[in-house]
């Protein structure tokens, strides 16, 4: 089993849709989690980290569910500027820094 | 607003030779890493490096690979005798506590 599973995608929506990403991960142990953004060719950007409470940033909505091991990311009112893939990431904490990335998923907003 | 800037941006090498990709993280910086991304495939931790030492590897990162940071500034990717499959794209981070900073990265071909 994947540490970290997403659908790829792509998903194509348009401009102002809602659109959700989920995501699966193995490890039980895993204490924090992360949605970033990673543009073709570009590095990976810290997009918001994901809380059990959940947690907004204007049109972004992150949620963790730890007994179903699942995190998601919901985008509202979808821009053109939002076409990259998201990576659901996952750290098992202490500081080694060590980050668990998903596959990605790809999003393409059409006007 | 301070970066992790890597160079180089693009080397092109024969398969054998030595290669040395360099980062200088975010002054202030405690903690340093190199992930690496193969064409199409997803972000892949390689090392963690805290006070002078590594704190943790991955198992792609073995005796073919080392990381020094010579002179308090310049954290540095050694990668000897190269292989085909080490073509991919290699970003550095840095992070002072849990949210890591990435550079743009460098892009590795092995001819």
């Known amino acids: 089993r994947k540490e970290v599973e997403q659908d790829p995608g792509p998903f194509n929506v348009p401009e102002g849709a809602t659109v959700a990403f989920n995501c699966t991960y193995s490890?039980?142990?895993?204490?924090?989690f992360f949605w970033y953004r990673q543009d073709c060719r570009k590095e990976p950007k810290l997009l918001m980290s994901v809380y059990s409470s959940g947690n907004e940033d204007g049109r972004f909505t992150a949620q963790l569910n730890r007994a179903s091991q699942y995190i998601s990311l919901l985008i509202r009112d979808s821009k053109l500027s939002d076409s990259a893939t998201y990576l659901c990431?996952?750290?098992?904490?202490?500081?080694?820094?060590?980050?668990?990335f998903g596959q990605g998923t790809t999003l393409q907003v059409k006007p | 607003e301070p970066e992790v800037t890597q160079t180089p941006s693009h080397q092109v090498t024969q398969m054998g030779q030595e290669v040395i990709l360099r980062c200088v993280p975010i002054?202030?910086?405690?903690?340093f890493y190199w992930y690496r991304q193969i064409l199409g495939q997803k972000v892949e931790f390689l090392v963690s490096f805290y006070n002078n030492e590594i704190s943790e590897k991955s198992e792609i990162f073995d005796d073919q690979f080392s990381v020094e940071r010579p002179d308090g500034s310049n954290f540095t990717l050694k990668i000897r005798s190269t292989k085909l499959e080490d073509s991919a794209m290699y970003f550095c981070a840095s992070s002072l506590a849990w949210e890591l900073f990435f550079g743009e990265g460098s892009r590795l071909t092995v001819l």
């Open positions: 002054s202030n910086h405690l903690y």
């Open positions: 490890n039980s142990a895993s204490q924090s």
């Open positions: 990431v996952v750290s098992t904490g202490g500081n080694t820094g060590k980050l668990i």
